[in-house]
């Protein structure tokens, strides 16, 4: 039963595989509102239903993915100054008077990875509010005809 739940259980979680793929996992937190991007250095080779349940609790509030310890990744654990794993970084946007824009690299240094410690440690870095990109024309376009038609449909049955 547990197998079957974490199976279905959604997941918005992202694998970085190298220095290509954090750069896009970064292009896309831009592109999304300057979310705060998560890294979770993990040596489990299957995402957890802790992990599961973190990406769905803050989704459109934080970007996570997950970062193993291969070849590829040697790079960026060396970046981030990882030795020992488990291992969670957190990197938003500074808001600090004259370092605005720049990256500022939040470590988790709580005792253990337990579900309420993480929620207190990300919600203190997350969004506020989730963040929805804004709608493009063609979808606005075919809201309001939707409506319209909403409309014209509600006059002749009246």
Do not use: C, W
């Not at 705060?36 to 957890?48: D, I």
């Not at 769905?56 to 794993?85: H, S, W």
């Amino acid at each position: 039963m547990k197998r079957f739940l974490d199976e279905q259980m959604p997941s918005f979680i992202e694998t970085i595989r190298g220095t290509k793929d954090l750069t896009t996992f970064t292009e896309k937190a831009e592109r999304n509102g300057a979310l705060p991007r998560v890294l979770l250095f993990t040596s489990k080779a299957k995402t957890s239903s802790l992990t599961k349940f973190i990406s769905t609790e803050f989704r459109r509030r934080i970007l996570l993915a997950e970062v193993y310890p291969t070849k590829t990744n040697k790079e960026i654990m060396d970046k981030f100054g990882i030795t020992d794993l488990p291992a969670m970084v957190v990197i938003r946007k500074s808001e600090q008077e004259g370092e605005e824009g720049m990256d500022e690299v939040i470590r988790y240094e709580g005792d253990g990875y337990t579900k309420n410690k993480l929620l207190t440690f990300l919600s203190a870095h997350a969004l506020k509010e989730p963040y929805f990109p804004p709608k493009k024309k063609n979808e606005e376009a075919k809201d309001e005809q939707a409506e319209q038609d909403k409309k014209k449909k509600e006059k002749v049955e009246l």
